[in-house]
């Protein structure tokens, strides 16, 4: 490598304000009116974000399109890779316009459901965005409103376009709250017309990730992947488990999918609540097995949407997830709307830090072993063993190449106690695995031989101060290196 090509290799890879890399764990904020000027997503960016999310419940197409290019302004100016979570807002049901915004009800009432949107808003007649919900819905099930705070049971039903339900918790019920159906075998489809318009929208942006919403099975995610696949688009899909039954196909739609999402509001609203906490662990284990990057999103630090520091539970909430393994954590509202939005991000990775000082001796049983009938078996093997050799020699972190992001998965599913440092010439893949845990992307495009390229990722390293002469480091890659092989090839280095 000549002075000129080492001097520009090492501006593109000048250290990024992520601090030191020392938190393996991801933070993902949600944008909102609180934080989408370029000056306070810089700020959320200093603070500790790893990934934006977009949240297409809210918004229109040009308030997220300025997010996006203030970002995109960011990981330029900054030489950060920060990535961008669509998410989209899927078969969300709600009741209609209710009269006077406010329909006081006692246990005992009995409310009818029609499927008229210009219905009255009163016990006789309140419409829902569901217009199969009478022929699909059952006597006897139960139906939540406004987030679990109100409860009743399908009385009867024409199977048509009228149910009536009897109130079991009361309440006052108002325009437009959220409805949840945790008995009923939902007829619905996964994308939506809204969700179809906001995705044609999506592809024409540079985002990461597209969240789908309320999946129920690994068939609902068919749609959104083909039609990556024909505009050919490299954003990858992640699954957000929302209900009952996403949690009884887990291990297929895991399978099926890029990623996923534990979205607790919904999900703790639709089964038991007590099942929550080990549905979260078995989710965050599942993925870990399955190299599938895992987020725990909702209500994690929710009081400091006002506070200015979070409770006790709200603490011991995010050190439990960072324990259980997950890839990443995610603000909502604390970000979007709150009122400490860099705060909480500050918090949130005081959190992450400490926690993760006892991280290793709780995590050695969860770790993933190759599967001999796997396709990838050989690549798993080096993968794994990469991380397996770190621990044993006390290596300073393990490097990997990639063009699809499958070392970056593979060793990160591992968790090892050493730091993962992953190059690529394709921009869009280094944001996109900003996402997962523990890793740490650098621009690379210069790939010759293998020996060549060894030697300047290693001096992109020092130089940048990830690593020092003396210190070991794993290299793994694939030979012959232009051929572009899956991982194939495991190194020990000693840096200079």
């Not at 599938?292 to 050190?319: F, G, H, K």
């Amino acid at each position: 490598m000549t002075l000129a090509e080492a001097a520009t290799l090492l501006e593109k890879n000048k250290p990024a304000m992520r601090k030191d890399g020392s938190q393996n764990t991801k933070i993902v904020a949600t944008v909102g009116p609180a934080c989408n000027t370029y000056e306070k997503l810089l700020a959320l960016v200093k603070a500790g974000v790893d990934v934006f999310r977009l949240n297409f419940s809210h918004g229109n197409h040009a308030d997220h399109l300025k997010v996006i290019e203030h970002v995109q302004s960011i990981n330029h100016e900054y030489n950060t890779h920060i990535g961008l979570l669509a998410d989209l807002q899927g078969p969300k049901l709600r009741v209609g316009k209710i009269r006077d915004n406010a329909l006081p009800l006692s246990e005992g009432d009995v409310i009818t459901i029609v499927n008229d949107i210009n219905a009255e808003g009163t016990k006789d007649a309140i419409y829902m965005s569901y217009d199969q919900f009478a022929e699909d819905c059952k006597v006897g099930e139960r139906i939540l409103m406004d987030d679990g705070k109100l409860v009743f049971e399908v009385v009867s039903t024409n199977d048509k376009d009228t149910v009536k339900l009897k109130c079991q918790h009361g309440g006052v019920l108002s325009s437009n709250k959220g409805v949840n159906l945790p008995d009923t075998n939902v007829n619905l489809p996964s994308m939506t017309e809204k969700d179809r318009t906001d995705l044609d929208f999506i592809l024409t942006q540079p985002v990461n990730w597209i969240a789908l919403s309320f999946v129920r099975k690994p068939e609902d995610l068919t749609d959104l992947k083909r039609i990556l696949d024909e505009q050919r688009h490299p954003a990858k899909v992640m699954a957000k488990i929302e209900k009952p039954e996403a949690v009884r196909n887990i291990r297929e739609i895991i399978k099926s999918a890029n990623g996923i999402m534990i979205a607790r509001g919904d999900l703790g609203v639709e089964m038991p609540i007590e099942k929550l906490p080990t549905t979260q662990k078995e989710i965050v284990g599942l993925c870990m097995q399955y190299a599938r990057p895992v987020i725990v999103a909702t209500q994690l630090m929710d009081s400091m949407i006002t506070n200015p520091s979070p409770t006790r539970a709200e603490v011991t909430d995010v050190a439990n997830a960072v324990l259980d393994g997950t890839d990443a954590v995610m603000l909502s509202g604390e970000t979007s709307v709150g009122k400490h939005p860099e705060l909480v991000v500050q918090y949130m990775g005081k959190i992450i830090a400490e926690t993760e000082n006892q991280y290793w001796p709780q995590i050695k049983s969860k770790r993933p072993t190759a599967v001999d009938k796997s396709k990838l078996f050989y690549s798993d093997v080096v993968c794994f063993n990469a991380c397996r050799v770190a621990e044993e020699i006390g290596a300073k972190g393990i490097i990997g190449m990639t063009t699809s992001g499958y070392t970056a998965f593979k060793v990160s599913s591992f968790r090892p106690n050493a730091r993962i440092f992953i190059f690529s010439d394709h921009l869009n893949m280094l944001n996109t695995m900003n996402l997962i845990w523990g890793v740490q992307c650098f621009y690379y495009d210069r790939f010759t031989t293998t020996d060549e390229t060894i030697q300047d990722c290693t001096d992109i390293l020092r130089e940048g101060g990830f690593v020092n002469s003396g210190d070991t480091i794993i290299n793994t890659g694939s030979m012959p290196l232009y051929k572009r092989y899956r991982t194939n090839m495991l190194k020990v280095t000693l840096v200079d």
